[in-house]
């Protein structure tokens, strides 16, 4: 509805053509938004938006604000991967055993 538009009527021409652009114009709006949630809504579409969305919380979390890398977080991140490793091949040495 438009400012001059209220919902019991006021504000609306009394001209029938008038009225049929008005509903014609919002029966548009209305398809284009329910084809804009169907498409949200398609598996695909919600993984590829998780993907970029990762995607974009991965840049971030290595980056700062310029784009430049925070070799600090870079350092911690491997090392943590280095733990984890190491963890992993001594407990599967202990479990030969």
Do not use: C, H, N
Not at 23 to 31: C, E
Not at 40 to 52: L, S
């Amino acid at each position: 509805m438009g400012a001059d538009q209220r919902a019991d009527g006021a504000g609306f021409p009394d001209d029938p053509v008038a009225l049929e652009r008005i509903v014609d114009a919002r029966r548009r709006r209305l398809a284009e938004t329910v084809d804009e949630l169907a498409v949200r809504a398609r598996p695909k579409e919600i993984a590829r938006r998780a993907t970029a969305d990762a995607r974009q919380r991965a840049v971030a979390l290595v980056t700062d604000e310029q784009g430049e890398l925070r070799y600090e977080r870079i350092a911690a991140a491997a090392a943590v991967a280095v733990l984890f490793v190491a963890l992993m091949v001594v407990r599967r040495r202990s479990g030969r055993r």
